[in-house]
């Protein structure tokens, strides 16, 4: 039997996980009260295997109920009931943001600041987020990425070394991204923008792309970039990090930033890493003079 525990903070993407999890077969409970979790797995134990895959969601929703978590997870373990814990994480930002857009209110700010809310929901969420078997971050997952993040965990069975690594490209004159962890500029190369046929056409495009790598200094670069990349990763693994932003930065964000997060996204993908790409900028200059 598979046990998981779902869990993190108000806002995250627990609802839209267990929704993916319940359609890849698991038998999903939501806001269950901890004291039964011990009570529940013991019903689906003597299903003699047709409940053999469940998710529950545990969080702060259920109020002083939940302190009973620990207790009831101790207990688990004593009677030889293997679980994991999924832990759903997003930035203050894109807390803040998400609960703006459905209206809701956070059940830790029901009378005052959501911010505030939200920074006590964290400090109560310490202790489970440390114990954690999986930390996903959702601060830059559409839900479609992040139902393939869950799908590839539970369902493939990949290797979840709990590192989501998101190259942006991005234009320096429309400001650099305020969520990234590492900036790099790349407007030392030639731009393409001032050869007339190629200055409509983007980063994607094979004579744009042809034309950017066509330079030393860019092969260079990203030569120097996959090696300290392949320094920093495994690195930022060991020190629990769950999410790595790089942004790759050009004047319009348009070409040369294109190409060079493409290349990078390929090269993260081809040495197993799990890569999400976004080109922030790349539709902004349409209205390209000619």
């Given amino acids: 039997m598979r046990l998981l525990i779902i869990t993190g903070v108000s806002g995250g993407g627990k609802s839209l996980v267990i929704k993916y999890l319940e359609d890849a077969g698991f038998f999903c409970v939501d806001n269950l009260p901890p004291l039964l979790i011990h009570k529940f797995a013991e019903i689906c134990i003597q299903s003699r295997g047709k409940i053999n895959k469940i998710a529950l969601v545990i969080d702060i929703r259920g109020g002083e109920l939940f302190n009973d978590l620990f207790p009831e997870l101790d207990s688990l373990k004593k009677s030889g009931v293997l679980y994991d814990i999924l832990f759903l994480e997003a930035s203050d930002n894109v807390l803040i943001k998400r609960y ?12 005052g600041r959501l911010i505030e809310g939200i920074k006590r929901e964290r400090e109560i969420l310490k202790e489970i987020k440390k114990n954690a078997t999986y930390i996903i971050d959702s601060s830059n997952l559409t839900p479609r990425q992040l139902r393939e993040e869950i799908l590839n965990i539970f369902m493939q069975g990949k290797k979840f070394d709990g590192l989501i690594i998101n190259i942006m ?3 320096f004159k429309y400001g650099i991204p305020i969520d990234c962890d590492l900036v790099f500029d790349v ?11 190629m200055r409509s056409k983007t980063g994607k495009n094979e004579l744009v792309r042809n034309y950017v790598l066509s330079f030393s200094e860019t092969n260079i670069f990203l030569t120097k970039l996959y090696d300290m990349l392949n320094f920093l990763i495994p690195n930022y ?35 197993g890493h799990r890569v999400l790409i976004n080109h922030r900028d790349i539709e902004k200059d349409t209205a390209i003079k000619k």
Avoid: D
């Fill in 187 to 197: 407007r030392f190369i030639p731009n393409p923008y001032y050869i007339e046929n």
């Fill in 100 to 111: 703006k857009e459905s209206r809701r209110i956070h059940p830790l700010a029901t009378e």
């Fill in 237 to 271: 693994i060991k020190e629990g990090k769950s999410q790595l932003v790089v942004a790759i930065g050009c004047t319009g964000g348009r070409h040369r930033s294109v190409t060079i997060s493409e290349s990078l996204f390929s090269y993260l993908l081809e040495k």
């Fill in 169 to 171: 490209s991005f234009g």
